[in-house]
């Protein structure tokens, strides 16, 4: 069985802070690859990155990056510098190898930048 | 490159009535999704498809949903009749190759409201 908690339901942050959003997953699968989606009011998941589980490199994409840790089943995302249009629903999913195709999500964050 | 369209963007019927979705994904895409998001939940799998053919419909409520992809590329998810609990947001996903480097790719879904 394949599960992704994300332990933050909402998370409220000042424009400018930089905020961390959380990711714990668990698999069976000893190779599997996570995900991160933004879902903006306008309701479509947007994909932000995907890690392959052996590959442990740290990633960085603009504000954007993220740390995956095998040690500790956690793939966090963190956004340097927030800005008011970074507020959206972010989801982590898990795919395992054994899973086929099917993405198992997170319940999601929603994070709001105030002005 | 043109996205995932779906159709329509927002319906709202009464329970017992039949609703359907239409979705058309990215060009080339042979794998295509549709996920059910309950709202302040994370998209859950309903059917997938690879060309024409289904992979995976085990999490589909096949007494009410079915869903076709008739000449592999768009397709259509129907509900009849629909029940109270099927409100939700319907996502459409397409990808163009399945294993280790496959991204699913969201269209902006279709929000059903069932009174």
């Known amino acids: 069985a394949q599960k992704v908690t994300q332990a933050q339901t909402e998370i409220s942050v000042v424009e400018k802070e930089d905020v961390t959003l959380d990711c714990v997953y668990e698999?069976?699968?000893?190779?599997?690859?996570l995900f991160w989606y933004k879902q903006p009011p306008s309701g479509e998941l947007v994909f932000l990155i995907r890690?392959?589980?052996?590959?442990?490199q740290n990633e960085i994409s603009g504000r954007y990056s993220w740390n995956f840790q095998k040690s500790t089943s956690s793939f966090n995302f963190t956004i340097t510098a927030s800005q008011v249009v970074d507020s959206a629903v972010y989801f982590c999913a898990l795919r395992g190898e054994t899973s086929g195709s099917r993405l198992t999500f997170g319940e999601g964050t929603q994070l709001t930048v105030n002005p | 490159e043109a996205g995932v369209a779906q159709s329509p963007r927002y319906k709202i019927i009464e329970k017992r009535q039949s609703v359907a979705f239409w979705c058309n994904p990215i060009?080339?895409?042979?794998?295509l999704y549709w996920y059910q998001q309950i709202l302040g939940q994370g998209p859950k799998l309903l059917i997938q498809f690879q060309n024409n053919g289904v992979v995976d419909d085990s999490q589909l409520p096949k007494d009410r949903f079915s869903a076709e992809r008739l000449k592999g590329v768009d397709s259509t998810l129907k509900i009849q009749p629909a029940k109270l609990e099927d409100s939700a947001v319907y996502l459409c996903?397409?990808?163009?190759?399945?294993?280790?480097?496959?991204?699913?790719?969201f269209g902006p879904g279709t929000r059903l409201l069932v009174l």
């Open positions: 996903a397409s990808s163009l190759i399945r294993g280790r480097y496959e991204t699913q790719y």
């Open positions: 890690r392959n589980s052996f590959d442990e």
């Open positions: 060009s080339g895409h042979a794998t």
């Open positions: 698999t069976r699968d000893t190779t599997y690859y």
